[in-house]
T-cell receptor, first 113, second 115 residues
Framework: DAGVTQSPTHLIKTRGQQVTLRCSPKSGHDTVSWYQQALGQGPQFIFQYYEEEERQRGNFPDRFSGHQFPNYSSELNVNALLLGDSALYLC????????????FGSGTRLTVV | KNQVEQSPQSLIILEGKNCTLQCNYTVSPFSNLRWYKQDTGRGPVSLTIMTFSENTKSNGRYTATLDADTKQSSLHITASQLSDSASYIC??????????????FGAGTRLAVHP
């Protein structure tokens, strides 16, 4: 039973570029949440997708957008990258709002130079 | 404002010793509290999850306590091992009506276990 898988594991981009990160939820899960974690900080909530719609959003600019596909996988897109976007991006999946099965992926380390 | 504060920020202990990490929260309405272990560059892995009615929960050498009256939680690690070196994150979860949940993360305590 595969857990949450994220790709790529590492990525280096230049300021101003655009990036797409991908997440496949754990089998049986239908809800995907994205987080940004700066070095030495706790994860910050970006947004959550359920039934292919953005259901909740944190305090992130419109440069951050996402999508959920019919198979529940999800993408996080960041446009016009800034140096401050360098972080570990985590995806978590769950079945609806159930907390007990809330599972994180290993993350994508994004470096903006 | 919903906040989760952890202390200490970092901690160094010798292998085999015990330690206790603290978490104070000002989150309302409270649903449950979770402790995660996060290795460097990896995703958080759940250690314990407690509802407001639970006072203690154990997972091997990890024991979490919760005092919902004082809004404090602690994570006690017994007989530490080198592999316990990681960040430990306290997360308070709010469950809203309508099926929405919100996770409030602490900044974590970075634990280093030395031989």
């Amino acid at each position: 039973d595969a857990g949450v898988t994220q790709s790529p594991t590492h990525l280096i981009k230049t300021r101003g570029q655009q990036v797409t990160l991908r997440c496949s939820p754990k089998s049986g899960h239908d809800t995907v949440s994205w987080y940004q974690q700066a070095l030495g900080q706790g994860p910050q909530f970006i947004f959550q997708y359920y039934e292919e719609e953005e259901r909740q959003r944190g305090n992130f600019p419109d440069r951050f957008s996402g999508h959920q596909f019919p198979n529940y996988s999800s993408e996080l897109n960041v446009n016009a990258l800034l140096l401050g976007d360098s972080a570990l991006y985590l995806c978590a999946s769950s079945l609806g709002s159930q907390i007990y099965g809330y599972t994180f992926g290993s993350g994508t380390r994004l470096t903006v130079v | 404002k919903n906040q989760v504060e952890q202390s200490p920020q970092s901690l160094i202990i010798l292998e085999g010793k015990n330690c206790t990490l603290q978490c104070n929260y000002t989150v309302s309405p409270f649903s449950n509290l979770r402790w995660y272990k996060q290795d460097t560059g990896r995703g958080p892995v759940s250690l314990t999850i407690m509802t407001f009615s639970e006072n203690t929960k154990s997972n091997g050498r990890y024991t979490a306590t919760l005092d919902a009256d004082t809004k404090q939680s602690s994570l006690h690690i017994t007989a530490s091992q080198l592999s316990d070196s990681a960040s430990y994150i306290c997360v308070v979860i709010i469950l809203f009506s309508g099926g929405y949940n919100k996770l409030i993360f602490g900044a974590g305590t970075r634990l280093a276990v030395h031989p």
